[in-house]
């Protein structure tokens, strides 16, 4: 008698098979993909993406008008060989500046030219001129110089304003970092009214902090706010490797804007000056002992300006007692506690402006009015 197979084991026996199938076709899979549709030595079709962000054309329309008024800018320096006495020229660093105005004035940082014996400087077209240098500023880190170009100038980059800037707005940043002609960064304005020391040991006061990415080379060159206004020249970053790290510093356009017009006429920035010999370590030691915070004067130059408003400096008395000097607490308003902080308060003024000193004199406070003169 002939049994009837088991219905479970055909199950078993139908699903096994099934999927050895399954597994067969899905090994093959690409094969007979490629049989059935075949293959096309044609390019894929682009898909279309459709408008620009309007942040992206915004950005785009920046970068296109500002590029041509920003220079790439070479030094060179002269050395003399010790032994032939020979005298030649090798490379010293590079740059980058934009284009102050019509008469070829180019405003790049002091760093960028100092100790140089010549600089080429070249155009967005690729078009090299020699440099003359006009003057410079090594308290702002700012120079100008200055190129001849007989036909179709690039134009000067807009002006704008730093003292209305607010932390968080967009900045951007275009130079030539490490070589790399006309690059484009982005970020946002960290923070104001930086102070930074430099290699000299002098210290840049009002500085604008940004994320945007400044590395070397890009020195010299323009930072942008959003509607392509020049609001700094990026000058520094902090960097323990000496690459980006999410830290730059700018020189305010309202300080260039005070200092480059200077540096044309005169080829040097005279400071503001009050008249008065001050320091930093015994104004620390004395004013400590004071129990003021402020800035002690130790001479008041004759005929200065802070003789004619009246100020005193600190002198000994004939049993060789020391007679502290007024202290200068406030300048407008503004307190200054220190002499860095009385520095960067008068850097703001001009020569001839009139301000308003609050001073501590023998215990007392008082309002002194002082005409700012020229400095050294």
């Not at 410079?136 to 880190?141: F, I, Q, V, W």
């Amino acid at each position: 008698m002939q049994t009837s197979p088991d219905p479970m084991l055909q199950r078993l026996r139908w699903l096994t098979w099934a999927t050895l199938l399954i597994l067969l076709v899905w090994q093959f899979l690409p094969w007979i993909e490629r049989a059935l549709i075949g293959i096309t030595t044609e390019p894929r079709p682009v898909t279309a993406r459709g408008e620009l962000a309007a942040d992206e054309r915004t950005t785009i329309e920046i970068f296109e008008r500002a590029s041509p008024s920003v220079l790439f800018i070479t030094t060179r320096q002269r050395v003399v060989s010790y032994w032939t006495r020979n005298v030649f020229s090798v490379p010293k660093g590079t740059g980058s500046g934009f284009v102050w105005d019509d008469l070829g004035h180019l405003v790049t940082n002091n760093h960028v030219i100092e100790g140089a014996s010549e600089a080429t400087v070249r155009l967005n077209d690729g078009r090299s001129y020699s440099a003359v240098l006009v003057g410079a500023s090594p308290a702002h880190d700012l120079a100008v110089l200055r190129i001849s170009v007989a036909f179709d100038r690039p134009p000067p980059v807009p002006l704008g304003s730093s003292a209305d800037l607010r932390v968080g707005q967009k900045v951007f940043a275009i130079g030539n970092p490490f070589g790399l002609d006309y690059t484009l960064t982005s970020g946002l304005v960290s923070a104001l009214d930086r102070s930074l020391e430099v290699e000299s040991g002098a210290t840049i006061d009002h500085l604008i902090q940004t994320d945007a990415a400044i590395n070397p080379g890009n020195s010299g060159g323009p930072l942008l706010d959003s509607a392509g206004r020049l609001i700094g020249i990026n000058t520094a970053i902090y960097s323990p490797s000496g690459a980006y790290a999410g830290i730059g510093f700018a020189v305010p356009v309202d300080t260039v804007n005070r200092v480059v017009p200077e540096l044309i006429a005169r080829g040097s920035y005279l400071r503001p000056s009050l008249g008065i010999v001050i320091d930093a370590e015994i104004n620390k030691t004395l004013t400590q002992q004071l129990g003021v915070s402020g800035v002690l004067l130790l001479k008041v130059a004759p005929g200065s300006a802070a003789e004619a408003a009246g100020l005193r400096g600190t002198r000994i008395d004939r049993n060789g007692d020391i007679i502290p000097g007024d202290v200068i607490l406030a300048i407008d308003g503004s307190p200054v506690e220190s002499v860095s902080a009385l520095f960067g308060r008068m850097d703001r003024y001009r020569i001839g402006d009139r301000i308003g000193l609050r001073v501590w004199r023998s215990g007392r406070e008082m309002e002194v009015t002082v005409v700012l003169q020229a400095g050294e």
